[in-house]
């Protein structure tokens, strides 16, 4: 049973960092791909950043050069350092994954089966 868990939100000021990470059970990092998404009240989930097996990453144009996706295949973990937040990086942050061999980490949400809880991150200015 895949199980996908997000800790690492919190509030902060515009212009600070947060750390988010995704610890997963039950899947393999040999193949496949895992992404970070976030979703505000009323808005459709987005894709944030993306990272298959091999390193290769995507990222939405909003959080390119701020936001770094990483993972630790020993530890299955998944990373998502975000600075330079702003106000509208405000949202419900959520791990997904997904398995198989991709040549880039799709950024939309239908691409992945599993899914964590989430965690909030809250930026004001």
């Known amino acids: 049973q895949v199980q996908l868990v997000e800790s690492g939100g919190g509030s902060v000021q515009a212009g600070g960092s947060l750390r988010l990470s995704c610890a997963a059970s039950g899947i393999t990092y040999s193949t496949g791909a895992m992404a970070w998404f976030r979703q505000t009240p009323g808005k459709e989930r987005e894709g944030v950043a993306g990272?298959?097996?091999?390193?290769?990453?995507s990222y939405a144009d909003s959080v390119k050069g701020r936001f770094t996706i990483s993972q630790d295949n020993v530890k299955n973990t998944l990373y998502l350092q975000m600075n330079s937040l702003k106000p509208e990086d405000s949202a419900m942050y959520y791990c997904a994954a997904r398995g198989g061999t991709l040549w880039t980490a799709p950024l939309t949400e239908t691409w992945y089966p599993y899914w964590g809880q989430g965690t909030q991150v809250t930026v004001s200015s």
């Open positions: 990272i298959v097996s091999e390193g290769r990453t």
